[in-house]
């Protein structure tokens, strides 16, 4: 039985995977669950899935929590998070926390040797030379809850890197996969929030569209395989079955799909190297009629650009292109800036930034920081 | 360094084959190479690749080639391939003749201890049961060198067979894929012959316009994987990129793509479980553009209701269906009988066969020369 922490488990991967543990109480145990303010969901999910400990990041929501007089102890703040991240009696972290703040508690949990499934690319967007070398050294595993890195960790089955010729991650092309370059001027953030196969959070449906998303997880591909960056491609792949394939270099591809539900790669991750029953329904092959591919227009998507120019030039450069994201992509959602301003936003920060190696988190979430200050007022210069 | 025999040397598999080796001379020594009677191919192929034994099945050709003075041991006759499939000083044969002369060299060559790369897929549809125990009995491996059983095999990687839902093997619908079931009784040999995707020899070309091919298939694959035939799915897939695919229980597919070449499969089952490079060119997704599927039609390839109630029957029927369907190929590729008629006299012959338990090769074959007598008998009655 696989003893967990769930950090972000009121999120949309939380969610999922609490579903996940569901179909085999037999398999797993919730030990710890935090979330950052949705105390209504948590609440349920602490009557349900009876953990031992929750944290609260927000301190007044935490506040609200403890009046309840739930049979579960309750941690406030980073801190808190940090805690369940870390608890003695847990072998597995699901980390899921959304965006940079899921970074320390990654990181504190691989230090304190958990095995990490791993859904916040950002930890390894951010610090991937850290985070993977901390794993090395502790010897705990990362595995993949991203749909495409969960697809290209089925195809490799732990074969030898020497034998891949190419990563090909697929996209879905987003919520503006129909429309052109130039018609995405004046798209409004209720059409950028409707994606057409994924139901996720919003920050991740906003980056689907932009295809920031695929540039993050090109850079956590890169981490996480140990593969060059030439070695990566996307495609896109609008219908969203093909999560991720490798290329060898036999000529031999190998391709893992299912239909586009998070259960799948969140399964996985638990049940490595097995697989449980029961996930996702099976794929009629007969009924899905036809598979389509397309290369990503560079003009249409200028994110998958700006990610591979941020990690050629190494160092914190691909740290500030997500934290710039996160700013921008926070700004659209306020309806402060536009869409077309997003890419533009993290291009200007991306110039502005003198990059350094980046070699303990302390640095890169100060590099982060100063990231977001300056998107932030580049965004302000502008409206 | 494998050693290697090739069964078959101057038909289309072997070629490949004799490809992928002239590739690779590092890892590959041919020692052993026996043909029918294309003794042209074979002194070609004596001189290039310097076996120290070959043989030639039929006596005539065999005479000529003793003539031309080679530095070769030359062999002749049924006994003659046996003992190039048996060798001392090999340890894998590629099992590549054509049809139902396939099966004893290729099951001496198990019983001799040699691990088998098959191509000639009539040896577990005449025998699966007998030549399966026997590999067992003598530890050998038997890898697939169809390229639907290789895309099977290298989709399950040795995972455990209680994760797999179902096998899913594709099917290009051959020749006459665009044709509907009524447009089927008028058409020409070079038409059949005509294949869309792959260049094969004419039996296999016949074999895949009827989908009789895919219906050996699925008998082969019921006895390679050891799985029940409820779970064994055929799907049209017209592209040929996709070779097959594994279903699992967690509803994750994994799929095998390539170009539609025969060295790919052959180098794997000869690289297992390395990967060699330079075989195939890489895939281009953005040039492929589409993948294709729908399901077949029953009436317009009756061969395999055949195969799969030959399979459900049981016994001695699976080699029955085979034995009549080489006889009944070979009188259309003799244009003594019309396309249509193929599936007749296969399933007519079936009729007419009382099932035994087919427990030794000799009755099995026995078995086989019983269906080829009867299925002339109707060619005869019909012309």
Tied chains: 1, 2.
Aim: glycine fraction near 8%.
């Amino acid at each position: 039985m696989k003893k967990l922490s769930i950090l972000g488990s009121t999120g949309s991967i939380g969610k999922s995977t609490l579903e996940v543990v569901s179909k085999h109480p037999d398999k797993f145990r919730v030990i710890g669950l935090a979330a950052r303010n949705s105390i209504e969901d948590l609440e349920q999910q602490i009557k349900e899935f009876k953990p031992e400990v929750v944290a609260v990041s927000d301190e007044t929501a935490a506040g609200e929590l403890k009046k309840k007089g739930l049979p579960v102890e309750i941690l406030t703040g980073e801190q808190g998070i940090v805690e369940v991240a870390t608890l003695g009696n847990i072998d597995t972290v699901v980390s899921a926390v959304v965006g940079s703040p899921g970074l320390v508690p990654t990181y504190e949990a691989i230090k304190a040797g958990k095995d990490i499934a791993l859904a916040t690319k950002e930890a390894l967007v951010m610090a991937g030379k850290i985070v993977m070398a901390e794993a090395a050294s502790k010897g705990v595993s990362i595995l993949p809850v991203d749909s495409e890195h969960s697809a290209v960790f089925q195809c490799l089955d732990g074969r030898d890197m020497n034998e891949v010729e190419k990563i090909i991650l697929t996209a879905s092309g987003g919520s503006f996969r129909d429309r052109s370059a130039a018609e995405l001027a004046n798209v409004t953030l209720a059409e950028a929030l409707n994606h057409p196969n994924w139901d996720m959070g919003r920050k991740i449906t906003i980056d689907s569209a932009t295809l920031m998303n695929k540039g993050l997880e090109v850079i956590e591909a890169y981490w996480l395989f140990n593969v060059p960056l030439e070695k990566i491609d996307v495609v896109i792949h609008p219908q969203s079955i093909i999560h991720s394939m490798v290329s060898f270099i036999d000529g031999s591809v190998i391709a893992q799909m299912s239909v586009p539900d998070m259960q799948g790669p969140i399964s996985y991750a638990l049940s490595y190297p097995e697989r449980f029953g029961d996930i996702l329904p099976s794929l009629d092959f007969a009924k899905i009629k036809e598979l389509t591919f397309n290369e990503p227009d560079i003009e249409k998507y200028p994110a998958i650009k700006l990610t591979y120019d941020a990690l050629e030039a190494g160092g914190t450069m691909p740290c500030v292109l997500n934290a710039a994201n996160e700013t921008a992509v926070d700004a659209f959602l306020n309806e402060r800036i536009s869409y077309t301003d997003i890419a533009n936003i993290v291009s200007e920060t991306m110039n502005r930034h003198s990059i350094v190696p980046g070699d303990t988190i302390e640095e890169v979430i100060g590099v982060s920081d100063w990231a977001k200050g300056q998107a932030e007022d580049i965004i302000k210069e502008r409206v």
